[in-house]
Structures are given as structure tokens and as C-alpha cells.
């Protein structure tokens, strides 16, 4: 029995055919998936470490806007997108006149990084669901491919007459369906897994970056108490 690709393909039935095609597109899909996420996370990465060293001495200075501009420039950055929402709220009401409560703009600054952090989570979640609802059914619908082949096979041998060698190339057929299916849903779990575990990183990155920068801020409101008194 010739058990090439092309001499499968021919062999196989009109279902068995729409089987394939659709894990075919799985697997198109889950691999765009992957690139991408993997593309955004190493951006991610790697602006937020350039972006520490950028605003260590621009913070200690306490210009606001300028790091808050800094921060801009690191469009990618988890770290860039919740520090930035931080300064712009800590800086908003340090100007609003009618605001003279230091604290009021530690409190704001403290709530626009946590709304920040939580939209910055779902946007590095994108396309995960894809990966995980591959990995889940991928072999399922292999294996609907698998039984209705295995129905179709011995079906013909009813018919025939003759016994399992007559169909053993049918079964064999039908099973390419099930390997298919486990050869697309394995690296969409492994990769949901990992992609999932950066992002388990990353917010542990923003809320200590947040942490780090409520402390700053209420160094700062103090300051300007006493500034005042």
C-alpha cells in the first residue's frame, strides 16, 4: 500500500478530505498565533528593561513630564503602559488647582495603574483563546474523522463480503485523520502553556512596578507637605 501524503489524500473521501482541510487551517492559525505573541512579548520584554534605565535618573530628578514622554516612547512596554498611566494621573491632579491634597494624587495615580494594568493583562491575553480552543478540540475533530472513516470501511466490507484486509487500508486511511489531529493540538497546548506563564510573569513585573511607584509617589506627596508647612 503506497502511504504517501499525495496517494492518502486521493484515497481518502469527500469528509475525510474536510477534516484535514480544517486542521489544516488550525494549524495555519494557531502558528500565526504563536509568531505573534511570541513577536509581542519579546518587544514587551525587552523595551521595559531599555525603559528602567531610561527613567531612573529622569524620576530621582522629579520631572514628570518627562518621563511621563518617556514612557511613550516605549509603546510595547507593560511596564511603559502602567508607570505612564501613573505619572499622568500623579501629574493631573498635582495641576488641578482646585486638588490641594497631595494624597488625593497618590490615590489617583494608584487606581489609573491598576485600570492600566488590568487593560495591558486582556491585550497580552489576545489570541490565546484561539490556542486553547485548538489544543482542546483538535483531536476530537480527528477523531470524528477517524470513526467515520473506520464506519465507511467497514461498511464496504459488509457489502463486499471480504474480510479486514479487504478494509485494513481504509482503517489505515481513516487513522491519519486521529495523527493529524494530535500533531496539531499538541504545540498549541504547549504553547498556550508557555505564553501563559510570560504573561504570569509580567504581572507580577506590573504590580511590583506599580508597588514601586505608590511608594514613590507618597515620598513625594510628603515632600511637598512639607514643603508647604
Known sequence: MDMSPIAL???MGNLAKGVVILMFIMS????WVMVERY????RAKNQSLKLLGALSNVLTRGDYQQAIDITKKFRDSHL???IGAGLLEFEAVRRDKKTNDPEVAVEASRQGMDRT???TIAELKENLGVLATIGATAPFVGLFGT???IINA???MATSGGGIASVSAGISEALVTTAFGLFVAIPAVWAYNYFQNRIDRFTVEMSNSGSEMAIYFMKEA???KASVA
Open 117 to 119: 494594568a488590568m487593560i
Open 9 to 11: 489524500w486521493h484515497s
Open 39 to 42: 513577536i509581542t512579548f519579546s
Open 28 to 31: 495555519v492559525y494557531s502558528i
Open 222 to 224: 510628603e515632600n511637598e
Open 154 to 156: 467497514f461498511s464496504k
Open 80 to 82: 511603559a503602559k502602567v
Open 147 to 149: 470513526v467515520v472513516g
